[in-house]
């Protein structure tokens, strides 16, 4: 059975540190996509990244980075010197190949970051 | 382009009412997705439309209905409300492609009592 797990509930970091998500699926699935949302404190989604099984490159955009590992089956995700914005829930998603899109969510994982 | 709108942004009930959710979106997008969202349970699907005229079960679909009333509408229907029902539901819909993605509406909160 598919599952996302986002182990840590909460994470608080002085601004202008650096900070990694930790994100683990499972999946029987060769194929299948892998997200990150933000959801800051006004409550709506904002997407982030998508990125397919067959695609293990790390991506960059920014201060954020994303480490996609097959072997551990984790999608991480790094903030660089980070922001006061940047405080938000941080979702992780898995869509299997066939699920018509039904997106498995990780719990999420609060960031706040302090001045 | 106000893309995924939803309707009401929040609503208390008492238990046994009745009512529905509404959901429009501007983008031509053909699958949308109704979720709920409790504290540390991430979102959960409720009801999906792949295309307009057919809806499916998502993970939790007890106690909801849905009607894909056109392709840019896709309501949600409580018929009788329960506390287990307090929740923010949130309407997404689906952009195909290469950069195939969900946009979701502002979301509605929800309270039952």
């Known amino acids: 059975a598919q599952k996302v797990t986002q182990a840590q509930t909460e994470i608080s970091v002085v601004e202008k540190e650096d900070v990694t998500l930790d994100c683990v699926y499972e999946t029987r699935d060769t194929t299948y996509y892998l997200f990150w949302y933000k959801q800051p404190p006004s409550g709506e989604l904002v997407f982030l990244i998508r990125?397919?099984?067959?695609d293990e490159q790390n991506e960059i955009s920014g201060r954020y980075s994303w480490n996609f590992q097959k072997s551990t089956s984790s999608f991480n995700f790094t903030i660089t010197a980070s922001q006061v914005v940047d405080s938000a829930v941080y979702f992780c998603a898995l869509s299997e190949s066939d699920s018509n899109y039904q997106l498995i969510w990780g719990a999420g994982t609060k960031l706040i970051i302090k001045p | 382009n106000a893309g995924v709108t939803q309707t009401p942004k929040f609503q208390v009930l008492k238990t046994g009412q009745s009512m529905t959710l509404q959901c429009a979106q501007d983008m031509n997008h053909n699958s949308m997705y109704w979720y709920r969202q409790d504290p540390g349970m991430g979102l959960r699907l409720i009801y999906y439309?792949?295309?307009?005229?057919?809806?499916d079960k998502g993970e939790v679909p007890n106690g909801y209905n849905v009607s894909r009333l056109n392709k840019r509408e896709f309501s949600l229907r409580l018929e009788s409300a329960a506390p287990s029902q307090t929740s923010v539901y949130f309407c997404?819909?689906?952009?195909?492609?290469?950069?195939?993605?969900?946009?979701f509406g502002s979301g509605t909160q929800l309270s039952v009592l």
């Open positions: 439309s792949a295309s307009e005229g057919t809806t």
């Open positions: 997404a819909s689906r952009v195909m492609g290469v950069n195939e993605k969900l946009f």
């Open positions: 990125r397919n099984s067959f």
